[in-house]
């Protein structure tokens, strides 16, 4: 079954044993990681990393498979160890700790000074996932069509320095992107899917407690 790279899951299960030692010294081991709906096993031992020994490999793994993603280490922390000969632990998407890929551009208003905008591509603001959020220093957070973000032009580094610095000081990590591409496409409506799954998730569980 092939991995869908733009539909990342929520967690994922890791199960590590066989370690040993690479020519270097460095603590290896084999992994296996498994979410609904896929799995990946280590082709070889990879590095573990030496604070726990079990970790370090299968949370890089899971960023690369999908892209855009950071894990930590669940709440439960890790079963089992290196002594015992395996060890088990659920890795959880670190959300605060995702890059959000950004395109400044600038809004081309007749007769006024060009306004600097982020388009935030990946991030749906309807429920069709057609719209996009958008930032400007005034009106903040609203949603944009791709139609109005073509009607603006690229913004150079130095036009959105200062929305920029505005961003990351409410919170954004920013991966700053050239354009809007497909694949920004896709990470939307994945996430507007994992979206609609919390918010019914959140619906049933209201009900039953009503």
Known sequence: ????????????????????????????????ILWPGGSFASPRREQVGYRDKVSQSALWRLSQLFPGTAWKIGPDGIKGSREAGEAVFRAVRNHDAEF??????????PGCKPTPIAFFPTLPADYAGLDVVCYAHLGQHSGASKAYYRTTRRARP????????????????LEICQRWTPAHDARRLAELRRQNVAANRVAEKEGAGA
């Open 158 to 173: 130095s036009e959105y320095a200062e929305l920029r610095h505005e961003l990351e000081s409410i919170g954004y990590r």
């Open 1 to 32: 079954m092939g991995i869908d790279k733009f539909n990342p899951p929520e967690s994922a299960l890791v199960t590590v044993w066989g370690w040993s030692h690479d020519v270097n010294g460095n603590p290896v081991a084999r992994y296996e």
């Open 100 to 109: 959000v890929p950004v395109i400044f551009r600038l809004e081309k208003a």
